[in-house]
């Protein structure tokens, strides 16, 4: 049964703390992808990779870091730099036409 | 930078309606165009996939059609249901980027 997962469902974080996002997909994608969700809006890019030990930032990185050491695995951190990190955050992958598929995401909020 | 943009915000209909649903973005330079379905605190479900080279999709009682010139995409739902209700939003991806750019979405509501 293909797809994405995501964990956890919701996360917690205290002032001054990282926290990493786990994202592992078995659809054999080469491209994932992070978003970033607030209430009202679109969805933000804040890192992708297109294959394994490689990434770009997105548009809003600042904050963020990202690692691609297993083609089905792209973990997310969300460091203490980043001052506004309470979102709602959506991982996906892209396979034949780049057509995305997304995992059921991860709700962060600071204590 | 593409800008993509989904009007209106939010459409309530009754039961039994057919709706469209609009996406416009500014770089008609798209490789393709993605409909998705947001539900409540949940992922995105993919609906629709055009290639910059075709005009238009089907899926049961979805259809989604692509203007590139017009810079335009329309989702049309036949015969709506209450369990249509959710967020729609549509996604544009240039070429040679490999990045999505993603409109705010249109929040549908079929009321019974």
């Known amino acids: 049964d293909g797809g994405i997962t995501q964990s956890p469902k919701y996360l917690f974080r205290k002032e001054g703390q990282n926290v990493t996002l786990s994202c592992e997909q078995n659809?054999?994608?080469?491209?994932m992808y992070w978003y970033r969700q607030d209430p009202g809006q679109g969805l933000r890019l804040i890192y992708y990779?297109?294959?394994?030990?490689?990434?770009q930032k997105g548009d809003i990185a600042e904050g963020y870091s990202v690692s691609r050491e297993k083609k089905e695995s792209f973990p997310l951190t969300v460091t203490s730099a980043q001052k506004n990190p309470t979102a709602f955050y959506l991982c996906?992958?892209?396979?034949?036409?780049?057509?995305?598929?997304f995992g059921p995401g991860t709700r962060l909020t600071v204590l | 930078k593409q800008e993509v943009t989904q009007i209106p915000a939010a459409l309530s209909v009754p039961e039994g309606e057919n709706l469209v649903l609009n996406c416009s973005f500014t770089d008609s330079a798209i490789y393709n165009l993605q409909w998705f379905r947001q539900d409540p605190g949940k992922g995105l479900t993919s609906l629709l996939l055009?290639?910059?080279?075709?005009r238009e999709q089907t899926s049961g009682r979805l259809n989604a059609s692509l203007d590139k010139s017009s810079g335009r995409s329309t989702l049309y739902i036949a015969a709506s249901q209450p369990g249509d209700s959710a967020t729609y939003l549509c996604a544009v991806d240039l070429y040679n980027f490999n990045k999505f750019y993603f409109g705010s979405g249109t929040k549908l509501n079929v009321k019974p």
């Open positions: 659809l054999n994608h080469d491209a």
């Open positions: 055009i290639q910059s080279s075709q």
């Open positions: 990779s297109q294959i394994v030990n490689d990434f």
């Open positions: 996906a992958s892209a396979g034949g036409y780049n057509e995305q598929f």
